[in-house]
């Protein structure tokens, strides 16, 4: 079955300080891996999408991270502001297949 | 542009009662998903639309869910004799190609359904 698991479930943090938001895949085919951002009550929003052959890929203070072999990525915040305060997801496609999986979630809280 | 637009944002309505969301995707886009997020939970697929192909429909949790995407734009989503357990916020999310392309999912801001 496929699967994708986030941890951890919850995160906080102070406001200037760096976390790393984990997820493991039991996907397969693998096709690709997204993060998504979800502030409350908004709909998520792709941060950055990962395929096979990339290791690592930035988008200004996030970077994200794959390993194919042992099916794990991993999302770095660096210097977090109040506004990272939000949901981030984690979610797998597989080819041949239009749905993709996606994980729970962590919930980030940047505090001041 | 715009971008995914759904309503009404808020729906409180009587259990028992039948209700329907709306799903504007993005203009061009083939592909259109519904979800469903309860309170603090993840994203839980309901069903899928590709271009004119039959829909993939094996995320409805009853029968008294059912979905319709006309002209492949506009799509809506009925929910039949609404129960306490189906409130939660639905989401719609529309991509250029289906996800086996990698094309981003835009989703819109969802409707919060609660059934009283």
């Known amino acids: 079955k496929n699967q994708v698991e986030q941890s951890p479930q919850s995160l906080i943090i102070l406001e200037g300080k760096n976390c790393t938001l984990q997820?493991?895949?039991?996907?397969?085919?693998?096709?690709?891996l997204r993060w998504y951002k979800q502030d409350t009550g908004r709909g998520p929003v792709s941060l950055t999408i990962?395929?096979?052959?990339?290791n690592t890929k930035s988008n200004g203070r996030y970077t994200a991270t794959l390993d194919a072999d042992t099916k794990q990525s991993s999302l770095h915040i660096t210097a977090s502001q109040l506004s990272d305060s939000a949901s981030y997801i984690c979610?797998?496609?597989?080819?041949?297949?239009?749905?993709?999986?996606f994980g729970d979630g962590t919930t980030l809280t940047v505090k001041p | 542009g715009a971008g995914v637009s759904q309503s009404p944002s808020n729906k409180v309505t009587e259990k028992g009662k039948d209700v329907e969301l709306r799903c504007d995707p993005i203009?061009?886009?083939?592909?259109l998903y519904w979800y469903r997020q309860s309170l603090g939970q993840g994203l839980e697929f309901l069903i899928y639309?590709?271009?004119?192909?039959?829909?993939?429909k094996s995320g409805l949790p009853s029968d008294r869910f059912s979905a319709e995407r006309t002209g492949g734009s506009v799509s809506t989503l009925t929910i039949q004799r609404t129960q306490q357990e189906d409130s939660a916020v639905y989401l719609c999310?529309?991509?250029?190609?289906?996800?086996?392309?990698?094309?981003?999912?835009?989703f819109g801001n969802g409707t919060r359904l609660t059934v009283t």
């Open positions: 999310a529309s991509s250029a190609h289906s996800n086996i392309r990698g094309s981003p999912l835009h």
């Open positions: 997820c493991n895949y039991t996907v397969s085919p693998f096709s690709n």
């Open positions: 990962m395929t096979f052959s990339e």
């Open positions: 979610v797998v496609s597989v080819t041949n297949a239009g749905k993709s999986t």
């Open positions: 203009s061009g886009h083939t592909a």
């Open positions: 639309f590709q271009g004119n192909s039959a829909p993939d």
